[in-house]
């Protein structure tokens, strides 16, 4: 039953990815470097451009982490970008890849890279923002160690669902419920990326404190080109357009390999999900229903 699994689950992560990947997921292969279409926003001296640009690390010390942020910012898109975690004992310490707007109400989809402690697993959390509400918290445990390769992380925002990916993967579906009066992200983001203190809170709860003895933490990140419609505040209504790959028939909803894969991924590694929640959500959220 076990090794069926084991076998079920290698055909499902490994070899279908590349079918899935030759068919639907167009991907530019042209390598941008950095400065191309992407900012440092905080830290300048914890950022290091590597690779004449096509990598860049942040790291963090006792003094400061550091983060950067693409100069647009877009209405729909394919987003991705590879990354590196910090290693070692890297217990309170976040590296995030996400996307937000701007001003009140704001809209936020986020990878949180949650640190631990030697030899314990990386938590990733995914979490959703519409209109100012968050509070959707979702965490997985990776099927591989994340500090040791670069691995790819995407998000796919058009006007049917969202979807988290990792290695082509998906993790986690948010669908476009709005006719059901759930909100949905509907404002121009911008892309970051950070390694920041998360110590109060990242770690069994905030208890593991950063062990500073370990530092400097790095984070390594490729993949500066961006598949993403630009737009301004309030979404442009080109990015709605199927002119975009992106918004194509193809990606409304999961394909059935896509959806074994993300069951499986429910099945297996899931470790936290607020929809399941009870304590905090007596009666799941209507997104969680549908
Ligand atoms: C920060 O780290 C440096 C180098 O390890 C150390 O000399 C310094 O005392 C630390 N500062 C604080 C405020 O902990
Ligand atoms: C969500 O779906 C509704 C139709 O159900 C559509 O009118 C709306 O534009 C979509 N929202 C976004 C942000 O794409
Ligand atoms: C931090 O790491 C050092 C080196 O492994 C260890 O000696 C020390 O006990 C750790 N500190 C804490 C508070 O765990």
């Given at each position: 039953?076990?090794?069926?699994?084991?076998?079920?689950?290698?055909?499902?992560v490994v070899l279908v990815?590349?079918?899935?990947?030759?068919?639907?997921?167009?991907?530019?292969?042209?390598?941008?470097?950095?400065?191309?279409?992407?900012?440092?926003?905080?830290?300048?001296?914890?950022?290091?451009?590597?690779?004449?640009?096509?990598?860049?690390?942040?790291?963090?010390?006792?003094?400061?982490?550091?983060?950067?942020?693409?100069?647009?910012?877009?209405?729909?898109?394919?987003?991705?970008?590879?990354?590196?975690?910090?290693?070692?004992?890297?217990?309170?310490?976040?590296?995030?890849?996400?996307?937000?707007?701007?001003?009140?109400?704001?809209?936020?989809?986020?990878?949180?890279?949650?640190?631990?402690?030697?030899?314990?697993?990386?938590?990733?959390?995914?979490?959703?923002?519409?209109?100012?509400?968050?509070?959707?918290?979702?965490?997985?445990?990776?099927?591989?160690?994340?500090?040791?390769?670069?691995?790819?992380?995407?998000?796919?925002?058009?006007?049917?669902?969202?979807?988290?990916?990792?290695?082509?993967?998906?993790?986690?579906?948010?669908?476009?419920?709005?006719?059901?009066?759930?909100?949905?992200?509907?404002?121009?983001?911008?892309?970051?990326?950070?390694?920041?203190?998360?110590?109060?809170?990242?770690?069994?709860?905030?208890?593991?404190?950063?062990?500073?003895?370990?530092?400097?933490?790095?984070?390594?990140?490729?993949?500066?080109?961006?598949?993403?419609?630009?737009?301004?505040s309030l979404i442009d209504?080109?990015?709605?357009?199927?002119?975009?790959?992106?918004?194509?028939?193809?990606?409304?909803?999961?394909?059935?390999?896509?959806?074994?894969?993300?069951?499986?991924?429910?099945?297996n590694y899931v470790i936290?999900?607020?929809?399941?929640?009870?304590?905090?959500?007596?009666?799941?959220?209507?997104?969680?229903?549908?």
């Amino acid at each position: 039953m076990l090794l069926m699994s084991s076998l079920i689950f290698i055909f499902l992560v490994v070899l279908v990815p590349h079918v899935v990947l030759a068919r639907g997921i167009r991907r530019s292969e042209e390598i941008l470097v950095f400065d191309q279409n992407y900012k440092v926003t905080w830290g300048d001296n914890h950022v290091m451009s590597l690779n004449q640009g096509k990598e860049i690390q942040l790291t963090m010390d006792n003094s400061s982490g550091a983060g950067f942020a693409s100069k647009m910012t877009y209405g729909s898109g394919f987003f991705h970008m590879r990354i590196k975690v910090p290693g070692t004992d890297s217990g309170g310490v976040v590296t995030a890849y996400y996307l937000i707007s701007q001003g009140n109400r704001h809209d936020e989809l986020d990878f949180e890279f949650l640190g631990n402690k030697e030899g314990k697993p990386y938590s990733l959390q995914t979490n959703v923002f519409a209109d100012g509400e968050g509070n959707r918290e979702q965490r997985i445990h990776l099927w591989f160690d994340p500090t040791t390769n670069f691995h790819d992380y995407k998000i796919l925002w058009n006007p049917h669902q969202i979807v988290f990916y990792v290695d082509n993967i998906p993790i986690r579906v948010y669908k476009n419920n709005s006719n059901l009066g759930v909100s949905y992200p509907s404002k121009a983001m911008q892309i970051q990326a950070s390694l920041w203190n998360g110590e109060n809170w990242a770690t069994d709860g905030g208890q593991t404190k950063i062990n500073w003895s370990y530092a400097p933490f790095k984070a390594n990140f490729q993949g500066f080109d961006i598949s993403g419609c630009q737009s301004q505040s309030l979404i442009d209504p080109n990015c709605v357009s199927y002119n975009y790959w992106w918004n194509d028939k193809n990606y409304w909803c999961l394909d059935p390999a896509g959806q074994r894969q993300y069951e499986n991924v429910k099945q297996n590694y899931v470790i936290y999900d607020y929809c399941s929640d009870r304590q905090r959500y007596p009666i799941a959220p209507l997104e969680c229903i549908h």
